[in-house]
């Protein structure tokens, strides 16, 4: 099970950083990636991590502003997203990957949380 929370309503220019709870499972098998889905539009990748960490994916949109990142030991993943502009505005998920290696593809992961809402004012 994941519990996405941290979202909010922020200013340009601003920062949140979203956390990713896991249970139930061994969260060092998982790799995590989070998705985006604005009104309108289709889900779109944000950034994934692999289960060790050391390998981390990046939309070209979020690049050098949004940060992977992961604490196996507390079963949580993070994303801390700084310099947030209107267009991040949107529901961001997280999702586990059993497969443990980071991809971008939605299809290949398992599991997914509820998703937590974004807003950036402009």
């Known amino acids: 099970q994941l519990q996405a929370c941290g979202g909010g309503l922020v200013q340009a220019g601003g920062s949140l950083r979203l956390s990713c709870a896991f249970s139930?499972?061994?969260?060092?098998?998982?790799?995590v990636g989070w998705f985006r889905q604005a009104p309108g539009k289709e889900r779109e990748f944000v950034a994934a991590?692999?289960?060790?960490?050391?390998?981390?994916y990046y939309a070209d949109s979020v690049k050098g502003r949004f940060t992977i990142s992961r604490d196996n030991a507390k079963s949580t993943a993070y994303l801390q997203m700084n310099s947030l502009k209107p267009e991040d505005t949107a529901v961001y998920y997280c999702?586990?990957?059993?497969?443990?290696?980071?991809?971008?593809?939605?299809?290949?992961?398992?599991?997914w949380g509820q998703g937590t809402q974004v807003t950036v004012s402009s």
């Open positions: 999702a586990a990957d059993r497969g443990g290696r980071a991809t971008t593809i939605a299809q290949e992961y398992d599991y």
């Open positions: 139930g499972r061994t969260f060092s098998f998982y790799a």
């Open positions: 991590i692999a289960w060790s960490g050391a390998n981390t």
